[in-house]
Antibody
Framework: QVQLQESGPQLVKTSETLSVTCTASGDSISGYYWYWIRQPAGKGLEFIGR???????NYNPSLMSRLTLSVDTSKNQLSLRLTSVTATDTASYYCARGEKVAGGRWHYFGLDVWGQGTTVTVSS | IVMTQSPLSLPVTPGEPASISCRSSQSLHNNGYNYVDWYLQKPGQSPRLLIY???NRASGVPDRFSGSGSGTDFTLTISRVEAEDFGVYYCMQALESRLSFGGGTKVEIK
């Protein structure tokens, strides 16, 4: 069973760039969609974006101008980069596994595997 | 797609049933499936998948959890709430690649 582990700086300065990496172990990331979701402390869940293992992406329009998602299948890693951050970007950041694509068909079983999350604080 | 959950808070006595409602701003039914999931998040933990595509229990989820509904109205039912079931429940639409979540329902001990 695949396991996901997010990592990155806990503190980022205002206007700088937030970078989080999600490392998968136990299975290959190939053939799946991978989601990034964030959650401010005490609040709800927000979709950031998703990336397929071949690099195709879909972004939340509210973050699109500042967001880059990437994938490195050789390292079994996903990456999130968010530029020009402000205090409103302070949150726990999660990666999660989504749809499997096999034989040209999509198979959806929910976001069935989540990382434990990494908390990022944006402050001057 | 806007997802609206109710109630916001649900006090429950262990052993009693509980139901959470979720309404979407447009139909989530497509190709024979309802693209709604349910997740449980406990304090300090990441969300855990309970139900996918409206009514399918995820691996390892006890059969006291069930999902129902179609179109725009969905329900998560716990037949008999146990101590480990307390936390915040979220519904989520997966019809669009831009996922969206309900605001959450906190199930707490009465």
């Amino acid at each position: 069973q695949v396991q996901l582990q997010e990592s990155g700086p806990q503190l980022v300065k205002t206007s700088e760039t937030l970078s989080v990496t999600c490392t998968a172990s136990g299975d290959s990331i190939s053939g799946y969609y991978w989601y990034w979701i964030r959650q401010p402390a005490g609040k709800g869940l927000e979709f950031i974006g998703r990336i397929y293992s071949d690099g195709r992406t879909n972004y939340n329009p509210s973050l699109m101008s500042r967001l880059t998602l990437s994938v490195d299948t050789s390292k079994n890693q996903l990456s999130l980069r968010l530029t020009s951050v402000t205090a409103t970007d302070t949150a726990s950041y999660y990666c999660a596994r989504g749809e499997k694509v096999a034989g040209g068909r999509w198979h959806y079983f929910g976001l069935d595997v989540w990382g434990q999350g990494t908390t990022v604080t944006v402050s001057s | 797609i806007v997802m609206t959950q109710s109630p916001l808070s649900l006090p429950v006595t262990p052993g009693e049933p509980a139901s959470i409602s979720c309404r979407s701003s447009q139909s989530l039914h497509n190709n024979g499936y309802n693209y709604v999931d349910w997740y449980l998040q406990k304090p300090g933990q990441s969300p855990r998948l309970l139900i996918y595509l409206g009514s399918n229990r995820a691996s390892g989820v006890p059969d006291r959890f069930s999902g129902s509904g179609s179109g725009t109205d969905f329900t998560l039912t716990i037949s008999r709430v146990e101590a480990e079931d307390f936390g915040v429940y979220y519904c989520m639409q997966a019809l669009e690649s831009r996922l969206s979540f309900g605001g959450g329902t906190k199930v707490e001990i009465k």
